[in-house]
T-cell receptor, first 113, second 114 residues
């Protein structure tokens, strides 16, 4: 079946360092990937997305990298701040065009001051 | 513009009771979704709808029902609550073109079945 998974359950970084959160996906037909941030007690918040015809996309302090050869997705956060502390999920749309999302388990990012 | 609104925020149910989680969006989105999130896990799709009058099952539909009589509303019904349905429930909606910033999530509904 389709699945999206994350390599590390918890990532602890020093404030100001760069963070890299990884994700593996299994459906080679997926053409759209999204990273979400979820703070405690809240719903997922969109961070950045990427389509399968790209291998890199940059936003404000965030970069998403897509390696379709090994079905790997990563989120890079530059100059990590305490406000970045949250759970991060990758999600893919699989082979559907109805917007259904398949979520990974999540990585908790802890930023140490 | 309220976005996606879910009610109630918190609810405790006894085993066997029934209830409906309400979801409404005011963005005229065709696509609506219900997800559940268990502790430490990602979200799993329960049901979704691509427009009024159309619903379909997601990954974990057992024990739930939905209806979509209007574009705005997408209620989720639990008929016979079980402890396994203790979870956080998120409703979401999106526009025609699937891109991440058009998939809006509600704030969540915390449900405990005892």
């Amino acid at each position: 079946g389709e699945s999206v998974g994350l390599h590390l359950p918890t990532l602890s970084v020093q404030e100001g360092d760069n963070s890299i959160i990884n994700c593996a996906y299994s459906n080679s037909a997926s053409d759209y990937f999204i990273w979400y941030k979820q703070e405690s007690g809240k719903g997922p918040q969109f961070i950045i997305d990427i389509r399968s015809n790209m291998d890199k996309r940059q936003g404000q302090r965030v970069t998403v990298l897509l390696n379709k050869t090994v079905k790997h997705l990563s989120l890079q956060i530059a100059a990590t701040q305490p406000g970045d502390s949250a759970v991060y999920f990758c999600a893919e749309t699989g082979s559907s065009n109805t917007g259904k999302l398949i979520f990974g388990q999540g990585t908790t990012l802890q930023v140490k001051p | 513009n309220a976005g996606v609104t879910q009610t109630p925020k918190f609810r405790i149910l006894k085993i066997g009771q029934s209830m409906t989680l309400q979801c409404a969006q005011d963005m005229n989105h065709n696509y609506m979704y219900w997800y559940r999130q268990d502790p430490g896990m990602g979200l799993k799709l329960i049901y979704y709808s691509v427009g009024a009058g159309i619903t379909d099952k997601g990954e974990v539909p057992n024990g739930y029902n939905v209806s979509r009589s209007t574009t705005e509303d997408f209620p989720l019904r639990l008929e016979l609550a079980a402890p396994s349905q203790t979870s956080v429930y998120f409703c979401a909606s999106s526009g025609e073109v699937v891109s991440g910033n058009t998939i809006y999530f509600g704030e969540g509904s915390w449900l405990t079945v005892v």
